[in-house]
């Protein structure tokens, strides 16, 4: 996919610069077209400095490096540059001490191509996706300024707080999903093995059975009798949703229903207005252009249909309008955020204003990630103790029914 700058007319009469991602020119130009645009012109933005360097080719679908061995892999970096070795050293040293067999691989090659007199910038970039953009322009600022030891210090800091805030949301969801996994598992072993066996001691008290227990076991016969067919039908139904949620329709369609979620999609907003800023302010540390750091830095927001309201951002920054006017067309930064960066702009010190938005953010997205959890994990016991209550009680409303029978008829005896 190359991506293309297209000068369009709309069908209320006005001439907009937009920004689209495509294979080809007439790709481009058949989408515009289908949606309603008169295409006036369609171009590929100029591939060069910092946005030519990282999208040098390479190989893609490589497999990734670690994010903890990359962290690492540049802590020390950092701390043999600020030591005063030269690159080739530091790169051979820490080639022989690398923990992960990956990086050892990695790092050869970028050794070798060193060696060859390319910068390490370029060299980084030749490897592909594997690195992000990000760090790859960051060193190619940290060579322009002479300060790549500071350049990647600032890179640390930034990739410390993004593996930070990855371990979080990982530890906050930890326990709802292990409690759903495990009341689906006791929900499953209850309705396909309990209540089929149950069922039969049921038929011999010849009375009729509780409406609840009359559903559940209809229900359970039902899902043991059909299990041959429907569990293909499932599993196989599963992996089709997934699959299709990899597609890049199926992503969009996805990760939009996700901001109509009541706290979740509060959540990855101000995550993405976080991430987004962090990785702005870090490339205009290094001395790269407005327009430069935020091409790359929007690929920082993972939800792509916050990415496609952002996608007139650029556009409009070529265009000479304000940074701060260009996020509000975007429709989708919080007003706070976008009140800051505009005393930051109007104030000259928006790499500090985007470092305390980030901030900010990061500290509002913990509390709504504690909120998330702390209604999720009683819901998930709620909903799920709620089934368990009912299996059971469709159990034992039969056998307290049959032994109150039994009693009664004893008695008149």
């Known amino acids: 996919m190359a991506e293309f700058i297209c000068r369009l007319g709309t069908p209320a009469g006005e001439v907009v610069t937009r920004t689209i991602e495509a294979v080809g020119v007439n790709e481009a130009r058949a989408r515009l077209e289908r949606e309603g645009f008169r295409v006036f012109n369609v171009t590929p933005p100029k591939m060069t400095g910092v ?104 890179y640390v800091t930034y990739m410390r707080r993004n593996v930070a805030l990855r371990r979080k949301i990982r530890g906050a969801l930890a326990y709802p999903l292990f409690l759903l996994f495990a009341s689906g598992i006791m929900v499953t072993f209850l309705t396909v093995y309990v209540v089929p066996r149950m069922s039969d001691l049921f038929s011999g008290f010849g009375t009729e059975l509780p409406i609840v227990t009359q559903i559940v076991v209809g229900l359970s016969t039902w899902l043991s009798s059909n299990v041959l067919w429907f569990g293909p039908l499932f599993i196989g139904g599963s992996v089709a949703l997934f699959l299709w949620s990899r597609t890049a329709g199926g992503r969009m369609k996805v990760d939009a229903f996700i901001l109509k979620i009541p706290l979740a999609g509060s959540l990855v907003v101000q995550l993405s207005v976080a991430q987004a800023t962090r990785s702005l302010a870090t490339l205009l540390a290094g001395g790269i252009t407005l327009v430069e750091s935020w091409e790359i830095a929007a690929e920082s927001i993972t939800n792509r249909e916050l990415r496609r309201r952002s996608s007139d951002i650029l556009p ?73 209550v009912t299996i059971l009680l469709a159990i034992y409303l039969p056998i307290i029914s049959s032994i109150s029978g039994g009693a009664g008829v004893t008695g008149n005896r």
């Open 51 to 154: 946005t030519g360097l990282t999208r040098l080719g390479g190989r893609g679908g490589q497999p990734k490096v670690k994010a903890s061995d990359f962290l690492l892999f540049n802590q020390q970096l950092a701390a043999l540059f600020r030591a005063g070795i030269p690159i080739l050293q530091a790169i051979t040293m820490l080639r022989k001490r690398a923990a992960s067999a990956r990086l050892r691989v990695v790092l050869g090659e970028v050794e070798e191509q060193i060696k060859g007199g390319a910068a390490l910038s370029a060299a980084f970039a030749s490897q592909g996706s594997l690195f992000p953009r990000i760090y790859t322009a960051s060193i190619l600022a940290g060579e322009r300024s002479g300060a790549l030891d500071e350049v990647l210090n600032r």
């Open 316 to 388: 409009m920054i070529r265009e000479g309008r304000t940074f701060t006017e260009s996020l509000e067309h975007a429709n989708w930064v919080p007003p706070l955020a976008i009140d800051m960066v505009g005393i930051g702009e109007r104030s000259g010190s928006l790499r500090e204003m985007l470092d305390e938005v980030a901030v900010f953010y990061d500290a509002e997205s913990e509390v709504r990630l504690e909120q998330l959890t702390t209604t999720l994990e009683p819901a998930i016991l709620v909903v799920m103790g709620g089934i368990v």
